[in-house]
């Protein structure tokens, strides 16, 4: 198992009218999330792309338990449970600095030929990475 | 059954790096889709705030089919296949100029008291207006 | 001279807690314009990129008048008063439903070679389909 | 004088296909940046907005001179120059993690009241936390 917590203070505007984080600024928290997470590990997204590997969201599901506000500092926790096959399950959740849940939620990504554009199997750069996690 | 399309055409700065639509952008095009299919039946956002009714999403799904591209003309298709009681589910499907799918979802609303911030069963001027498509 | 009227419907993710449409979204708005402006006269951003040439802004200046508000339809007039050099000025005017005065401002767009991301005078291709104009 | 660097790594959907950061970002990282400004002098929007004080910008200006791209740290320094009269101008200097200068710019704010939304001079709580530096 592999996961790993930052923490994003609110922008100003990323509230709506309603006072609150806008919903829509969650799959962002989550994309923030995993890129720290691989970047961890020593897996960068642009050198992913430079070896013509891309990585697209192919499913997204989030679920709301409480409004974040401006100003919160929210720590997203990522987490990868399982060594990815032929797409990578990544899992979410979202506290407030009062230690309150905001959001839970997970993303699958698939793993792409970047000429191609055709779904593949894990890469086995990616691979070597994971492996000392499982 | 009530349903609602529209068309949105992809900004410039909706795209990322990857040169197609950030995923990110789709929950704000549901967002788009199920405020134009409130306002068909006589449903406006803002009135329903001036009566301290809020609508916040509690869930979201995205299923990915294919990437979106800028300049693309996308067609939202918003839908609500049934009267809500104490949540409102609505269904999208976005499809492109060539007629391609490109994404599935559907989002969770809970109803919201604005005051008291505690959810409620449909308000009655909501149930009214949807009540002639059920 | 060269102009071309659209309108934009404010999005709910548009406004902030202030309950007004960030400040930030006007760029975004005047890119919009521009891009019309540019579909206008049969100038596609991405057939332009894909002749390598590339018209990042150099230059952004935003006056606020007044607020504009969720729900809004917004006019945004581009305006190109003067055939491009070594860079493309536009002006941009927006106004609310009510025809009220909601910001103006203007971008300097540079001309690039989208391989060595040198500058370069206004390339032959745009020049000629702006030539009628002026 | 009164000084504030802060650092923000650019987000991947801060991207657009052109592979850098999209123009209409800096005045979001101007945003983040002021508001940082205020933090440290002890000045909270939030507190601001109870106190029915607005700050709107009235103005916005940018230069751009590189471009930034994903992944980088951008220092982001704002400045205030001159104790505010009836309108507080902000100045702005981005940079990335090679000191390379990406942009600058400023912008003015307005005072208005909350509730009758008139312009007016700088409260007196806002003062006092600035006369220190002037």
Same mark, same amino acid.
């Given at each position: 198992?592999? *996961?790993? !917590?930052?923490?994003?203070?609110?922008?100003?505007? =990323? @509230?709506?009218?309603?006072?609150?984080?806008?919903?829509?600024?969650?799959?962002? +928290? *989550?994309?923030?999330?995993?890129?720290?997470? *691989?970047?961890? $590990?020593?897996?960068?997204?642009?050198?992913?792309?430079?070896?013509? $590997? #891309?990585?697209?969201? !192919?499913?997204?599901?989030?679920?709301? /338990?409480? !409004?974040?506000? +401006?100003?919160?500092?929210?720590?997203?926790?990522?987490?990868?449970?399982? &060594?990815?096959?032929?797409?990578?399950?990544? =899992? +979410?959740?979202?506290?407030?600095?009062?230690? =309150?849940?905001? @959001?839970?939620? +997970?993303?699958? #990504?698939? /793993?792409?030929?970047? =000429?191609?554009?055709?779904? &593949?199997?894990?890469?086995?750069? $990616?691979?070597?990475?994971? &492996?000392? /996690? *499982?």
């Amino acid at each position: 198992m592999l *996961f790993k !917590s930052i923490t994003i203070r609110v922008r100003y505007n =990323e @509230t709506d009218q309603m006072g609150i984080v806008n919903n829509a600024n969650y799959p962002t +928290y *989550f994309e923030i999330g995993r890129t720290e997470l *691989f970047r961890d $590990i020593g897996l960068a997204y642009c050198d992913l792309e430079k070896d013509n $590997i #891309l990585l697209p969201v !192919s499913e997204l599901y989030v679920k709301y /338990f409480r !409004s974040a506000f +401006y100003d919160d500092v929210l720590t997203v926790k990522t987490i990868l449970n399982d &060594m990815p096959v032929s797409r990578m399950k990544l =899992e +979410y959740e979202i506290a407030n600095q009062h230690g =309150e849940l905001i @959001t839970t939620g +997970y993303t699958q #990504l698939a /793993f792409l030929n970047g =000429e191609t554009k055709r779904p &593949m199997r894990i890469p086995l750069k $990616i691979k070597e990475l994971l &492996m000392p /996690f *499982f």
